[in-house]
């Protein structure tokens, strides 16, 4: 197990029940007692957590894993489904992105795709506008985008979540009531059959939910561990969604529960 795996894993334990002890976590992670004290102290000078004697405890009042360190979990799933959803996007259309680490390889995804500018079609004529306009309420897909002269990077206004990198409140909804998008690719942090789709923060809910009133279409990506689980706040209801672009840990019955919804599911 590398080391951001066993800090992911830590961490997970830590947000389970709001303290670890070193004994406890050197069992579960069949490491040393010493290799967990390192970790702590690492994590601890990160500021996400504060150290105990003897073990740990939550940073603050709420608790969420940074985008970083939750970028590696399912990291390769994460990257099939960005190549997939980025081959559902044409030259010259205008995309939301909200954030998350899904989206995140999305806009990575998308930068590749089109790092040429508009990849050429027989016949047709030249084109000098963008090869692709993003609009996103994400501090870090806009940093990673901004960077790209073949993309036009569209950001919102608004107050940032530290813990997501998102943008959101009035300003934020002053900017996406302004636009008009082809496409919008939505990472959630739920997957329900009869709720639709959820995130965690009702705030961030609210702007995805305006995102997709936005857009043509709706994509929504997530690997399969979100499937079948509810968070706090709702988003839409599955009959907004056109697509829904996941791994193949999804099982038949929610896979057939989404297409009687009538949501075209791509699995890779």
């Not at 690492?42 to 009042?61: F, I, K, P, Y």
Request: glycine content about 8%.
């Amino acid at each position: 197990m590398s080391k951001h795996e066993r800090w992911n894993t830590l961490l997970e334990l830590l947000a389970a029940s709001g303290k670890l002890e070193v004994e406890e976590a050197a069992s579960a992670l069949d490491v040393s007692a010493a290799t967990i004290r390192r970790d702590l102290d690492e994590l601890a000078e990160q500021q996400l957590l504060v150290r105990t004697r003897g073990g740990a405890v939550v940073h603050g009042v709420s608790y969420e894993l940074p985008l970083r360190y939750k970028s590696t979990r399912h990291a390769p799933e994460k990257r099939r489904i960005a190549e997939a959803v980025a081959d559902l996007v044409a030259p010259g259309e205008v995309v939301g992105l909200n954030g998350g680490t899904t989206t995140t390889e999305v806009a990575r995804a998308l930068a590749l795709r089109f790092a040429s500018g508009r990849p050429e079609t027989p016949g047709a004529a030249v084109s000098t506008g963008p090869a692709l306009t993003v609009v996103t309420n994400a501090l870090n897909i806009a940093g990673e985008l901004a960077v790209r002269p073949q993309i036009k990077i569209v950001t919102t206004g608004g107050v940032a979540r530290p813990q997501t990198y998102e943008l959101v409140g009035p300003l934020t909804v002053g900017v996406l009531n302004e636009v008009v998008l082809d496409v919008v690719v939505l990472g959630v942090d739920g997957v329900d059959a009869e709720l639709g789709v959820m995130a965690h923060q009702e705030d961030e809910a609210s702007i995805s939910r305006l995102f997709a009133e936005r857009a043509s279409r709706v994509v929504v990506v997530t690997d399969s561990s979100k499937m079948g689980r509810r968070a706090f706040a709702r988003i839409c209801g599955l009959d907004r969604i056109d697509t829904l672009v996941t791994d193949t840990g999804i099982t038949p019955e929610t896979m057939a529960q989404l297409v009687e919804a009538g949501v075209k599911v791509l699995t890779v």
